[in-house]
Structure formats: structure tokens, C-alpha cells
């Protein structure tokens, strides 16, 4: 069985600043991780994804994220947000190849200026 | 990346009517659909995985009598809310999985579905 937690249901943040939006999860095998985002009304973007390889991976809009194995976290993060990043964010693990994941609650990012 | 359309994007109807939702994959064929429930300021709880040419998984819970899916083509599943009572309101999101090294899955706009 695998889990996720997001640890922020929300995250305020002023525009430019740096922002951290925490995942960990739980899986007893190898897993795929990602993020997502949603803005109001819509289906679901990927940010990013781990796979393989490097832990520090760079996703679209500015977004990265690094898988740390012994802590199981894979955190998203930004430098410098702008207002057009208020949204929904998700993490999700996925032990196979063949899809299926499983969503985190879910953080709301607001950006105010 | 790529496209998956949903329609249609919102729907009314009345308590006790059936309403389908097609998923379809625009420019890739996806081998395996997902359908999803979203409720208001939740997170997405699969409700089945489609398969095309054989029979949907289900998760455990959701009622395979009352929401039918079907994986007609490598482009197109349709879910099919039978009866649908004021419960059923819901955001229904698919998605379309394209594997192998991609492992990714491609998510259409969403259906928002009220019944009254």
C-alpha cells in the first residue's frame, strides 16, 4: 500500500518570495512521484515528475523538486512566485508502471502582491 | 503534451436520469483510462481503472451498476452515471495514461455534474 501527505493545506505567500510546498509518502517498493497543479474549474497539469536518475528534478513555470529517499519527502519548490501561481496543488506516488497513483489532499498556494 | 477532451464540460439533469461523459484521448492512444471524483476542495479519489476491450476496474466502494465505463477504442472511454441522484454531484475528471518510459498520465478539463 502506498500514502501521501501533503503537510501545508494551505501556504500564503507575497509575490517574489520563495515558496515550499511539502510531500511525503509511504511505499514499501520503488516509486514514481509527481506533482500536479489545478486551477479552478480544471483538470490537472503535471509540474514534474520523478522517475529515475537525478533526485533534483526541474518541472515547468519555474517549479522543482527533490526526492530524498531516506525521508521519503519530495518537496516543490519555487524562488520567486508570481500571482499566476495561486492554485491547487497534488502530489502523487505511483508503484508501478502501469499508472495507477495515489493524490495527496491537495495545498492551496496563494500568492498575494 | 498531450490532449484529452472531456465532454461534455458541465451538465444539468434531473434526479433519476442517466448522464455519460466521454473521455478522449486527441493525439496519442492511451491503452488505459482513469476516471476520478473530485468533491469540493478535496483531493481526486480514483473511482476505476478502463481498460480498452476488457472489463473496468473498480475501486473499492464505488458501484459498478451505477457508474458504467466503457473503453470502446484506444481513443475513447465513456462513463455513464445511471440514475443519478443529487449524491452524484460531483467535478468527474478522466485521465489518459500513456506508459512505458512516459509513465505519465494526461488529464482532461473535468465534467462538473449537478443533479437536482
Known amino acids: 500500500a502506498q500514502s501521501v501527505t501533503q503537510l501545508d493545506s494551505q501556504v500564503p505567500v507575497f509575490e517574489e518570495a520563495p515558496v515550499e510546498l511539502r510531500c511525503n509518502y509511504s511505499?514499501?517498493?520503488?516509486?514514481?512521484l509527481f506533482w500536479y497543479v489545478q486551477y479552478p474549474n480544471q483538470g490537472l497539469q503535471l509540474l514534474l515528475k520523478?522517475?529515475?536518475?537525478?533526485?533534483l528534478v526541474k518541472g515547468i513555470n519555474g517549479f522543482e523538486a527533490e526526492f530524498n529517499k531516506s525521508q521519503t519527502s519530495f518537496h516543490l519548490r519555487k524562488p520567486s512566485v508570481h500571482i499566476s501561481d495561486t492554485a491547487e496543488y497534488f502530489c502523487a506516488v505511483s508503484n508501478s508502471d502501469a499508472g495507477k497513483s495515489t493524490f495527496g489532499d491537495g495545498t492551496t498556494l496563494t500568492v498575494k502582491p | 503534451g498531450a490532449v484529452v477532451s472531456q465532454h461534455p464540460s458541465r451538465v444539468i439533469c434531473k434526479s433519476g436520469t442517466s448522464v455519460k461523459i466521454e473521455c478522449r484521448s486527441l493525439d496519442f492512444q492511451a491503452t488505459t483510462m482513469f476516471w476520478y471524483r473530485q468533491f469540493p476542495k478535496q483531493s481526486l479519489m480514483l473511482m476505476a481503472t478502463?481498460?480498452?476491450?476488457?472489463?473496468?476496474?473498480?475501486e473499492q466502494g464505488v458501484e459498478k451498476d451505477k457508474f458504467l465505463i466503457n473503453h470502446a477504442s484506444l481513443t475513447l472511454s465513456t462513463l455513464t452515471v445511471t440514475s443519478a441522484h443529487p449524491e452524484d454531484s460531483s467535478f468527474y475528471i478522466c485521465?489518459?495514461?500513456?506508459?512505458?518510459?512516459?509513465?505519465?498520465?494526461?488529464f482532461g478539463p473535468g465534467t462538473r455534474l449537478t443533479v437536482l
Open positions: 511505499s514499501s517498493v520503488s516509486v514514481y
Open positions: 485521465s489518459a495514461f500513456r506508459g512505458a518510459a512516459l509513465n505519465e498520465q494526461f
Open positions: 478502463s481498460n480498452e476491450g476488457s472489463k473496468a476496474t473498480y
Open positions: 520523478y522517475l529515475s536518475g537525478s533526485t
